[in-house]
């Protein structure tokens, strides 16, 4: 015996209404639309980027600024350029004599504190997509703690090294004017991963809705 019309109609409407999204669905998709990690570490190195070059910015007008100061400071090159050098191309004179076993000339001064520079801001932008991940703090406070920690871990790294000395036989105010170049570097990491953080997620969502 054949079930009548309506029941076989109504049936087909039941399943019809299955294979369509709800409207719930469409505004909250489950799948896709939340960051990946290796999308979250990609925005963290490009926030890292724009970090180093705030952070860079701050550092030569504080540099211009404290010359005009002080027009009478001694600008005579001292015999040896690497006593003057920047801590990270010191850095890169010990990797490449000590692990490469190569000489670095000086000449090469200039060229590994702007690569060591940039490298070192570009490598802690996915450390802080990483660590505030699931955080419901601000961005200005994740900004500012990220850069005190970055701050402080430059201490705790070149410290041991020989490269600085304890933070407390540095002057007050040229370990606040150190500072300060951090705050500004976290506080451009924080606000660039999450401004492509938002621009990221109307496009998976996007794509979650399609598929």
Same mark, same amino acid.
């Given at each position: 015996?054949?079930?009548?019309r ?5 049936g087909?409407?039941?399943v019809?209404?299955q294979r369509?999204p709800s409207d719930?669905?469409c505004?909250?998709?489950?799948a896709g ?7 979250a570490v990609v =925005?963290?190195?490009? #926030?890292g980027? !724009?970090?180093?070059?705030l952070?860079?910015?701050w +550092?030569?007008?504080a540099?211009? *600024?404290?010359?005009?100061?002080e027009p009478?400071?001694d ?5 040896d350029p690497?006593?003057?050098a920047s801590?990270p191309?010191?850095?890169a004179?010990r990797?490449?004599e000590?692990?490469?076993e190569r000489d670095v000339p000086?000449s ?5 504190s ?6 070192y801001?570009t490598g802690w ?5 990483i660590?505030t991940?699931g955080?419901s703090?601000?961005?200005? =406070?994740?900004?500012l #703690?990220?850069? !005190?920690?970055?701050?402080a871990m430059?201490?705790? +790294?070149?410290?041991p090294?020989? *490269?600085?000395d ?6 007050p105010q040229e370990?606040a ?9 976290g506080?451009g990491v924080?606000a660039t991963?999450?401004a492509?953080?938002?621009?990221e997620?109307?496009?998976?969502t ?5 598929s």
């Amino acid at each position: 015996m054949f079930p009548p019309r309506r029941r076989l109609e109504r049936g087909r409407s039941r399943v019809k209404r299955q294979r369509l999204p709800s409207d719930m669905d469409c505004a909250h998709p489950q799948a896709g639309a939340s960051p990946t990690p290796l999308g979250a570490v990609v =925005r963290g190195a490009i #926030a890292g980027v !724009v970090g180093t070059a705030l952070m860079t910015g701050w +550092q030569t007008l504080a540099a211009k *600024l404290q010359h005009s100061s002080e027009p009478g400071a001694d600008t005579a090159t001292p015999p040896d350029p690497w006593e003057q050098a920047s801590a990270p191309a010191k850095v890169a004179k010990r990797i490449g004599e000590g692990v490469f076993e190569r000489d670095v000339p000086a000449s090469l001064i200039p060229l590994l504190s702007n690569a060591m520079h940039w490298a070192y801001g570009t490598g802690w932008g996915p450390v802080y997509a990483i660590a505030t991940s699931g955080h419901s703090t601000t961005t200005a =406070r994740r900004g500012l #703690a990220f850069g !005190v920690a970055v701050w402080a871990m430059s201490y705790a +790294q070149l410290v041991p090294m020989g *490269l600085y000395d304890p933070p407390w036989k540095y002057p007050p105010q040229e370990l606040a004017l150190d500072l300060s170049y951090h705050l500004v570097y976290g506080l451009g990491v924080a606000a660039t991963f999450k401004a492509t953080t938002t621009l990221e997620m109307p496009r998976r969502t996007l794509q979650a809705v399609s598929s």
